[in-house]
T-cell receptor, first 112, second 117 residues
C-alpha cells in the first residue's frame, strides 16, 4: 500500500471548517483513498472513500486533485465531538482481504 | 444491526500467563481481521480470516499468538505465554464479502486493552 504523510495534529474551534491534507505521492492506478476516524477507547471508524475529484457524504467531503498525489478531508463546522484521530489510507479496497496499514494519523482537537 | 464486539474490554495479566481475546464480527461478515496497537506505535495488521480459514497471517508477531475462528463465526486470539511487549490494544474488524466493484469497508470493534505486568 502507498505510504501516506499527514499532519501529526491540528487544533480548531467549534463551528470552523477543518481541512486535513494527506500526501500519497506513490499512489497506484488502482488505489482508493480512504479515511478512518478513531475516538478515544474505540476502534477506527470508516468516514469516507474516494478515487478522484470530490466525494461528499453526511459526515465529510473528500477532495482529490487530478494527479491524485494528495487528498483533503474536509469536516464542515466541527463540534467538540469531532475531536479524534483521523487516518488517511491508500490502497486497493475493491476486494476483500486488504489489510489496512495505518500511519500515525492526525490528532484533531476541537475546543469551544 | 449489532456492531463488532470484543471481550474483554480490558485484561491485566502477569508475564507468563495466558490470555484469550474474543471477537464477534457483524453477523454475515465472512472477513475477520485482527490488528493491534502497541503503546506509542501505529495500528498494525495481525491476520485475516475468510470464514474459518486463515487467509493472511503475515502480521502475527510470533508463535506465542494463536488465532482461531471455528465455524466461521466468532474468533479468538490467544497469547501464551504473554510477555511484557504484548501489552497494547487489540482490535478486531469485520467486513462482508464484496462483489463486483464494491469496496471493502472494515468495521472495527472497540478493542481489548491488554496489560502484561
Amino acid at each position: 500500500l502507498a505510504k501516506t504523510t499527514q499532519p501529526i495534529s491540528m487544533d480548531s474551534y467549534e463551528g470552523q471548517e477543518v481541512n486535513i491534507t494527506c500526501s500519497h505521492n506513490n499512489i497506484a492506478t488502482n488505489d482508493y483513498i480512504t479515511w478512518y476516524q478513531q475516538f478515544p477507547s474505540q476502534g477506527p471508524r470508516f468516514i469516507i472513500q474516494g478515487y478522484k475529484t470530490k466525494v461528499t457524504n453526511e459526515v465529510a467531503s473528500l477532495f482529490i486533485p487530478a494527479d491524485r498525489k494528495s487528498s483533503t478531508l474536509s469536516l464542515p463546522r466541527v463540534s467538540l465531538s469531532d475531536t479524534a484521530v483521523y487516518y488517511c489510507l491508500v490502497g486497493v479496497f475493491n476486494q476483500a482481504g486488504t489489510a489496512l496499514i495505518f500511519g500515525k494519523g492526525t490528532t484533531l482537537s476541537v475546543s469551544s | 444491526e449489532a456492531g463488532v464486539t470484543q471481550f474483554p474490554s480490558h485484561s491485566v495479566i502477569e508475564k507468563g500467563q495466558t490470555v484469550t481475546l474474543r471477537c464477534d464480527p457483524i453477523s454475515g461478515h465472512d472477513n475477520l481481521y485482527w490488528y493491534r496497537r502497541v503503546m506509542g506505535k501505529e495500528i498494525k495488521f495481525l491476520l485475516h480470516f475468510v470464514k474459518e480459514s486463515k487467509q493472511d497471517e503475515s502480521g502475527m508477531p510470533n508463535n506465542r499468538f494463536l488465532a482461531e475462528r471455528t465455524g466461521g463465526t466468532y474468533s479468538t486470539l490467544k497469547v501464551q505465554p504473554a510477555e511484557l511487549e504484548d501489552s497494547g490494544v487489540y482490535f478486531c474488524a469485520s467486513s462482508p464479502n464484496p462483489g463486483g466493484t464494491s469496496t471493502d469497508t472494515q468495521y472495527f470493534g472497540p478493542g481489548t486493552r491488554l496489560t502484561v505486568l
